[in-house]
Structure formats: C-alpha cells, structure tokens
Nanobody, 114 residues
Framework: VQLQASGGGSVQPGGSLRLSCAAS????????MAWYRQAPGKEREPVAY???????DYAHFVKGRFTISRDNAKNTVYPQMSSLKPEDTAVYYC?????????WGKGTLVTVSS
C-alpha cells in the first residue's frame, strides 16, 4: 500500500487546514487508516483513526477540533483541522493498516504560528 500525503503548510492560531492522504488501493480493502504526528523532540503519537466501517476515534487533544473523513471514490482520507494551536505544530503522517501490517506515507509539515 502506498500513501501520498499532502496539504501541510503554515497557519495562524485559530485557523484551519485540511490534509489529504491518497491510498494506492481501495480504502475499503484496508482495516483502517489513521493520522499520526510528531512534534520536534517528541515521539510520534496517534491523532485520528477511521476504520473500514467508518468508525472514527480521536486523541483527546484534538477531539472537537479535528474531523477525519474519507472520499471512497478517490481512496482518500482527510483530517479537517480547526481551531489550530501552536502545540499542533508537527509533521503529520498518514498510515494504513491491513492484516496486522502498517504502511506509512511521507510526512507533511504543519506549522501553527502567529
């Protein structure tokens, strides 16, 4: 499974940004897709998940601000990020999970700064 992430950039605090992750195969064939992030000097941490059946889950620190959705026709998953904070600054990674194997895309940098 190949994953292509895009949409990173710079935004002011309180702003919004939408990332995209396009998969090389039908997202229905995957057990789940997810977004992780890694801030400077910190470990990579999960941000949001969406399963094959459409169930979603979020890390507590983004709940209510981030929404993960998908476009089945485009095999693409989107995290819509709103009310961004400086502490959301990180490299964001897209991941896919299938049969206990995880696949990763290249990260995309999100910088939240005034």
């Amino acid at each position: 499974v190949q994953l292509q992430a895009s949409g990173g950039g710079s935004v002011q605090p309180g702003g919004s940004l939408r990332l995209s992750c396009a998969a090389s195969r039908s997202i229905f064939s995957l057990d789940a897709m997810a977004w992780y992030r890694q801030a400077p000097g910190k470990e990579r941490e999960p941000v949001a998940y969406i399963t094959r059946d459409g169930s979603t889950d979020y890390a507590h620190f983004v709940k209510g601000r981030f929404t993960i959705s998908r476009d089945n026709a485009k095999n693409t998953v989107y995290p819509q990020m709103s009310s961004l904070k400086p502490e959301d600054t990180a490299v964001y990674y897209c991941a896919a999970f299938l049969d206990a194997v995880d696949y990763w895309g290249k990260g995309t940098l999100v910088t939240v700064s005034s």
